[in-house]
């Protein structure tokens, strides 16, 4: 049965990354778009982050310009999420979430999710420690909002 840790992205840097690196922690996959009206959920995303990756949270952003409201270049969306959000969490290269183009992890969230297209920025996918999709938030759903079941995500199967 395929799980997140089938898949591989890269890095902002063009370092691979492979998602089996987050084999048995909870993982918040986002895509992002920095001139979406969304953006400021970089900030709760951040904060969650902090909060809970001692506990074995990784919030993963993967920036994608699908809906015209991201940066040229990977340098450019790296620079603005830092100062402005003062994102540390991992954020990969640009992808695309629909399409004939999409992403491969996007293809597998969307139908273990239910739900097809992506509608918007900061569509959120809330993965369990077994690399299994525990739910989809829409794109409004603010970050602490979602707290609580990261929290039970978080407490699941330690």
């Not at 063009?14 to 400021?40: D, E, F, H, M, W």
């Not at 809970?52 to 270049?73: I, K, M, R, T």
Request: aromatic share 10%; hydrophobic share 35%; glycine share 8%.
């Amino acid at each position: 049965m395929t799980t997140i840790y089938d898949f591989k992205e890269t890095e902002l840097s063009g370092q691979p990354l492979k998602l089996s690196a987050y084999r048995g922690n909870v993982v918040l996959i986002v895509n992002t778009a920095s001139k979406c009206g969304l953006a400021p959920q970089l900030k709760g995303l951040e904060k969650l982050y902090q909060n809970y990756q001692d506990q074995g949270l990784v919030v993963l952003g993967l920036p994608s310009n699908q809906f015209h409201q991201e940066l040229a270049n990977d340098s450019d969306i790296n620079d603005f999420c830092q100062v402005h959000y003062g994102v540390t969490f991992p954020m990969t290269q640009k992808i695309q979430v629909n399409g004939e183009q999409t992403d491969p992890l996007f293809v597998y969230l969307k139908q273990a999710s239910g739900h097809g297209r992506i509608k918007w920025n900061y569509t959120k996918f809330l993965i369990g420690r077994d690399g299994h999709l525990i739910k989809r938030f829409a794109p409004t759903t603010t970050p602490e909002n979602i707290e609580d079941s990261i929290i039970n995500a978080l407490e699941t199967n330690k």
